[in-house]
């Protein structure tokens, strides 16, 4: 079985530019997500579908930071504009269904090394 | 005070000791836990998962929680150099699927 498969692995861009990441999930999982890990921190939720559907995007900075997931597939990420502070690992995850207890396994991908200078 | 703590070291052992890594959370309504492992420049991967208070064992894995002090525990027996890397431990929020990770320890353990 496949993996959750992101892209690119490494970015580096200047501040005030924009980005955008990419992220194909698991076969079949209905729920994805998208996690920041900025060194030495564990990862943070930033937003959470379910299908194509937002759950929760309490933590995203909604001012410079967007997601889509069109045909409840493979999801986008986006930061315009970038800020020095945005520097980290940006995950994707999925899993296979919502049960809202928090009980299903979560599969991440090897993530996106952001740099912003 | 943040909802889950973790010592994130670093943590050098020989080869063969026995590893203890740690956790401790505020939210009493966290119901189950989690550790994830996570190796450098890849992403978490679920290593165990855990509900009740007490312990379960895993090969040489052992989670254990205690929800009176709210405290768990990963134990690694007889580590090998294939152990080295980064163990998170994980909360779920109640009614979401929200995980809630620690810092994370680094654990190197040395041949």
């Known amino acids: 079985e496949a993996g959750v498969a992101q892209s690119p692995r490494y970015k580096i861009i200047e501040k005030r530019q924009s980005v955008a990441f990419w992220c194909n999930p698991i076969s079949g999982h209905a729920t994805l997500y998208w996690y920041q890990q900025i060194l030495g921190q564990g990862p943070k939720l930033l937003i959470q579908f379910q299908n194509n559907g937002v759950v929760d995007d309490s933590q995203l900075p909604k001012d410079r930071f967007s997601a889509e997931r069109l045909k409840g597939v493979d999801s986008t990420l986006k930061i315009q504009p970038a800020k020095l502070e945005d520097s980290a690992v940006y995950l994707c995850?999925?899993?296979?269904?919502?049960?809202?207890?928090?009980?299903?396994?979560?599969?991440f991908g090897p993530g996106t090394r952001l740099t912003v200078l | 005070q943040k909802e889950v703590e973790q010592d994130p070291g670093p943590l050098s052992v020989p080869e063969g000791a026995i590893v203890s890594l740690n956790c401790t959370y505020s939210n009493s309504a966290f119901q189950y836990f989690m550790w994830y492992r996570q190796y450098s420049r890849k992403g978490p991967e679920l290593l165990m998962y855990t509900y009740s208070s007490g312990n379960k064992e895993d090969g040489r894995f052992t989670a254990q929680v205690d929800k009176s002090s709210k405290y768990i525990s990963l134990f690694i027996r007889d580590s090998q150099p294939s152990d080295s890397a980064t163990y998170l431990c994980?909360?779920?929020?109640?009614?979401?699927?929200?995980?809630?990770f620690g810092k994370g320890t680094k654990l190197t353990v040395n041949p």
């Open positions: 995850a999925s899993s296979l269904d919502w049960s809202g207890a928090g009980t299903d396994t979560q599969y």
């Open positions: 994980a909360m779920p929020q109640g009614g979401s699927e929200k995980l809630v």
